[in-house]
């Protein structure tokens, strides 16, 4: 499944943006979607999955602030990011898979370009 990250900008902390996440391919409703970033020297780290069924798992750091969601008849996931830091600062990557395991590891072959989000303080 390809996908497209948009959404992305330059907001001030506390602030809020959402990241959408479009994918080319009907099979998109059977895979699990995740949402990852990079910040500059860091390595790029699981922000938010959902499964194919709606559960959902975040990372510590947003948890209570940021919330993943999909529309399978618009074949998109989003990203809803409230009370921003800027630690949050980073490019936002999205990928897919049909394995659970998969989407949480990171475990992809390949990336998309993701967009950018920063944020001032």
């Known amino acids: 499944v390809q996908l497209q990250a948009s ?13 959408s996440c479009a994918a080319s391919e009907k099979t998109f ?7 990852y970033r990079q910040a500059p020297g860091k ?3 699981l922000v938010a999955a959902i499964s194919s069924g709606g559960s959902t798992d975040y990372s510590d750091s947003v948890k ?14 989003y990203l809803q990011m409230n009370s921003l830091k800027p630690e949050d600062t980073a490019i936002y ?20 370009q993701g967009t950018l989000v920063t944020v001032s303080s």
């Open 43 to 45: 390595q790029r780290e």
């Open 93 to 112: 990557y999205c990928n897919s898979d049909l394995r659970w395991r998969t989407v949480v590891a990171a475990d992809f072959g390949s990336w998309g």
């Open 64 to 77: 209570g602030r940021f919330t993943i969601s999909r529309d399978n008849a618009k074949k998109t996931v």
């Open 29 to 35: 409703s059977v895979n699990a979607i995740g949402w």
């Open 7 to 19: 959404g992305g900008g330059l907001v001030q902390a506390g602030g809020f943006l959402r990241l």
